[in-house]
């Protein structure tokens, strides 16, 4: 549909009465009882046509106002994706030579006033002497929060009562469990326009379990076929749930599952699993087992020219390290690899007197034009080689 102005309207109706009554022509006056007619009758479209724009539009991805895409993902069994925050796996090691207590309670260690990671002990644990329980802290801020490894943690129970003093605290790199934003709007009609797959009670599933805040990505792989389907080397037996996830999974999970359907799901070793406890089910609860996704590793090969007066080789390579950290230790699928993505993503750098000339990707010792990653596999990238000359 097309936005038209009254006069726009009135103009077009005029014309063709008359090229209906040539060489006659309807007289434009206020005075002409014609004329009023086909005036009324020209506001009484631009009321229609412009309602019907606003219909047509509304729902229309790429046309939809922001406030409108909620209703318009809604109607596509889609919703955005929401960003998730950064995590740190914390390790309290008990100093003393007999056992002591971590209190159930909400512990928090600040990096910043915006930027809190929060674990939670949901019992009493009694730590033995000399040794150590780990558990992963979220922030309640979604986006990405590096913290390096600190060997004396200054972490605080939320109730502000005091903690044991033979407990130490200490953390880990936490570059594999960085965070990322929401999609964007403009993302997000990009996803809607373009993305071919169906939505159903899986898919469904799927993008709620990967909106968790505590969880990077997740693949759900249900074979409705009459037979086992293989799925990069893990057989999924018939009508079985295979269960893929990135980041701290939880029994939450197992609820949001049997809410859609009580799945046997797929054990893969190694794996894991969630239990949804109830009275309902065999033993008192219902496993759902789940695997994390594996590595799928690739290397990288980038030639290029540098300006030595303006710039050291050295430099451009710790550039360009820096731009692709989020792919050494990258927790989310990505479904293809291409050279495209780096030639945009070192292009985009603005590096200065770099000239990139090729990039080449391999899988193992082959070189790639671009792969496939399989559903359960994160791609990983294990290395670049730099071959820059000066010029």
């Known amino acids: 549909m097309i936005l038209k102005t009254f006069d726009e309207i009135l103009t077009v109706m005029c014309d063709a009465y008359d090229s209906y009554n040539t060489p006659y022509k309807v007289r434009r006056s206020n005075k002409n009882t014609l004329y009023l007619l086909l005036k009324a009758i020209a506001k009484g479209y631009e009321v229609i046509n412009n309602v ?84 992963t802290a979220f922030t309640a801020v979604v986006g990405s929060y590096p913290v390096t490894a600190i060997a004396n943690l200054p972490v605080l129970r939320v109730d502000a009562e005091l903690i ?62 009459p037979s086992p389907v293989v799925v990069n080397g893990v057989t999924v ?17 197992a609820e949001m599952i049997a809410a859609k359907g009580i799945f046997p799901t797929v054990q ?34 980038l030639t290029y020219l540098f300006d030595a007066s303006l710039i050291s080789d050295a430099i451009v390579q710790s550039t360009i390290n820096e731009a692709t950290n989020n792919l050494r230790y990258a927790n989310v699928y990505t479904k293809y690899v291409t050279e495209d993505m780096f030639y945009n993503t070192i292009n985009a750098l603005s590096v200065v007197s770099v000239k990139l000339l090729g990039v080449a990707l391999y899988v193992g010792a082959s070189q790639v034009s671009y792969f496939e990653v399989p559903s359960n596999q994160i791609p990983i990238l294990t290395g670049i080689t730099y071959y820059g000359s000066a010029i």
Not at 174 to 203: C, H, W
Request: proline share 6%; net charge negative.
């Open 164 to 225: 044991d003093s033979g407990l130490s605290f200490a953390c880990l790199d936490n570059a594999p469990m960085l965070g990322y934003p929401d999609e964007t709007p403009v993302a997000f009609r990009k996803r809607i326009l373009t993305d071919t797959s169906r939505q159903d009670t899986i898919k469904e599933l799927e993008l709620a379990i990967r909106n968790l805040p505590y969880i990077f990505d997740c693949k759900l792989l249900f074979n409705n076929t």
């Open 237 to 253: 037996p018939i009508y079985h749930l295979l269960v893929v996830l990135s980041g701290n999974p939880r029994n939450e999970i």
């Open 52 to 135: 019907a724009t606003l219909i047509s539009n509304k729902f229309d991805p790429a046309l939809c106002a922001d406030s409108d895409l909620l209703s318009t993902a809604k109607i596509t069994g889609t919703a955005m994706l929401l960003g998730t925050g950064s995590g740190l796996n914390i390790i309290v090691h008990n100093d003393t030579l007999v056992a002591v207590t971590l209190y159930a309670v909400d512990y928090t260690y600040t990096q910043s006033v915006e930027v809190v990671f929060v674990f939670n002990v949901p019992v009493d644990v009694a730590i033995p002497a000399g040794t150590s329980v780990t558990y």
């Open 268 to 301: 893969v070793v190694p794996t894991d699993v969630l239990y949804l406890y109830s009275d309902i089910f065999v033993g008192g609860k219902y496993p759902v087992y789940f695997t994390p996704f594996a590595a799928f590793n690739y290397t990288l090969r």
